[in-house]
């Protein structure tokens, strides 16, 4: 990651965030090497596991006004083996892709994504108290049989160019226990 990618893309150096570091000072030094060292522009295969074992996770979009929606995407049964179908998929280190269901028929974050391609993506583990975040440019895509494999009842898909990957720390995630 070059040094001017780092300070153009990272949300860690925009003055707001500065401005906030020096009015409530952290335990924590932020510096080039720490960002550079928890932040990636890549999916690696240990984040690339945990993103797909998930069985949910949320998104964050705003429109061009900077009006947001924050949503919950979950995964649904297979119809022919009843197990859970993935909520996410890893194309490769640097591409995502999730289901669009009909659901209710709100479109708020596809809606979103349709003025303002930016997405943010947060991936949760309750019980292991973990989880990723990846912040990317987002594309609706129709359908084809490849998605329909993975996702049949999908209207459509949506494909994730990521460009940060980052794990956080468990602080402040409960641990829960799935039932």
């Excluded at 998104?59 to 995407?73: K, L, P, Q, Y």
Aim: glycine share 6%; aromatic share 12%.
């Amino acid at each position: 990651m070059s040094n001017k990618s780092l300070k153009a893309d990272l949300p860690f150096d925009n003055p707001g965030e500065m401005e906030l570091r020096k009015k409530y000072p952290s335990m924590y030094q932020w510096d080039e090497y720490n960002i550079r060292s928890m932040i990636s522009e890549y999916i690696h295969a240990g984040i690339a596991r945990f993103i797909e074992a998930q069985q949910f996770f949320f998104i964050a979009t705003a429109n061009e006004f900077g009006h947001c929606d924050a949503s919950f995407r979950g995964t649904e049964l297979s119809p022919e083996s009843g197990t859970f179908l993935p909520a996410c998929k890893v194309i490769n280190n640097k591409v995502l892709v999730f289901p669009d269901y009909s659901g209710n028929g709100l479109y708020n974050s596809l809606g979103n994504i349709l003025r303002n391609p930016h997405i943010g993506m947060v991936f949760v583990d309750f019980e292991r108290q973990s989880r990723a975040r990846i912040n990317g440019k987002a594309t609706i895509k129709d359908v084809d049989k490849n998605i329909l494999s993975i996702w049949p009842n999908a209207q459509a898909y949506i494909e994730v160019t990521v460009e940060q990957v980052y794990g956080n720390c468990p602080a402040r995630i409960p641990r829960m226990k799935y039932c």
